[in-house]
């Protein structure tokens, strides 16, 4: 029976050096370590037995079976790693490395201006409920700003996809004690005919500072610096009021068409100026609903289009090219 073992295990070692491919080795992997294979066969004469004997032969079994398991292990290993005739010392093939995508890069350098500037980046979800989305934005029921916006349901009456970032500042201000400053840029929905200028899916960025004697003059300084240290120190601002229902009170603020240099084309529609965001001084209900005292505490707030700032950066002309995956799409 030691001979018998001993020719099984040099026979099992000489085939797995010879074998050409993993099925191979699996195939004899079964032959001599399966169910039936020949040296598992071996082992059911074993209790025929002395006991010294026993000790001895099933020593050099269990020689013999770490030996071809040990062999079937390595040799799967080299074939892995030197399986056909490669040249192991030619240049390998180079790894094509993707861009990040223009809205998260114009993102993130939007969050260094703001991190220099003391705010803090916030994310929150983007499936909300009729209370974060519109009553804590001062958007009651009944409120006629709730027209403006298409909303899209997951689960009627309460549960939608937020229609706009402004649900995080109404989280930010039941969660946060003053003093704080946040931005955050993020994806919200509408039901909109999606076009080159509009579309259901678009991301907005926005902003919430709160404390005491906080003024329209800090909100002026914050967002002028924005523009001047994003769009450039010579870009020139105008703030006009406007209405929003969170902010008391709103305005809303261009800048010079940086395409025309405000003679008029059609980007500015002719108009010299470019919306570039919404903002003001929060409204005091805003402050009431979560507990914060409106005559101790005051803050502003602003929302833009982060899209829009996006394809102004990268001159693009159709909002679509950010959402089609299109990667030839050449900026
Ligand atoms: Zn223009």
Not at 193 to 206: D, G, L, R, T
Request: proline fraction near 5%; include cysteine; glycine fraction near 6%.
């Amino acid at each position: 029976m030691k001979n018998k073992l001993i020719n099984i295990k040099n026979e099992a070692l000489a085939m797995i050096m010879g074998a050409s491919d993993t099925s191979e080795l699996e195939r004899l992997r079964i032959n001599y370590l399966g169910k039936n294979g020949s040296l598992t066969q071996i082992a059911k004469d074993f209790k025929d037995l002395s006991s010294e004997e026993k000790a001895d032969i099933g020593r050099i079994f269990s020689e013999a079976k770490s030996a071809i398991e040990n062999a079937l292990d390595e040799i799967k290993f080299n074939t892995r790693k030197v399986s056909e005739n490669i040249d192991q010392t030619l240049p390998g093939k180079p790894v094509r490395v993707g861009l990040m995508h223009p809205i998260s890069a114009v993102a993130r350098e939007m969050n260094d201006i703001f991190r220099y500037l003391g705010f803090s980046v916030a994310d929150g979800p983007e499936i909300e409920d009729d209370e974060f989305n519109y009553n804590r934005l001062n958007l009651p029921k009944d409120h006629p700003a709730r027209d403006l916006q298409d909303s899209l349901y997951i689960k009627e009456p309460d549960i939608l996809l937020r229609t706009h970032t402004s649900s995080l500042e109404a989280h930010i201000l039941a969660t946060h004690k003053p003093p704080f400053r946040f931005v955050f840029p993020g994806k919200s929905y509408r039901y909109e005919n999606v076009s080159a200028s509009n579309h259901m899916i678009f991301f907005q960025y926005e902003g919430i500072a709160v404390g005491e004697n906080i003024t329209m003059a800090n909100l002026k300084s914050t967002l002028e610096t924005f523009i001047h240290m994003f769009f450039g120190p010579e870009r020139k601002s105008r703030f006009r009021c406007k209405y929003y229902p969170q902010v008391e009170p709103g305005v809303g603020v261009d800048i010079d068409c940086q395409f025309c240099q405000q003679k008029g084309c059609s980007v500015c529609k002719n108009r010299g100026w470019v919306e570039m965001l919404g903002a003001g001084m929060i409204h005091p209900n805003m402050f009431r609903m979560v507990g914060i005292d409106p005559a101790k505490y005051s803050g502003f707030a602003w929302g833009m289009g982060l899209d829009r700032i996006t394809m102004s950066r990268y001159k693009l002309n159709d909002i679509r090219a950010l959402f089609n995956g299109n990667l030839e799409y050449k900026i």
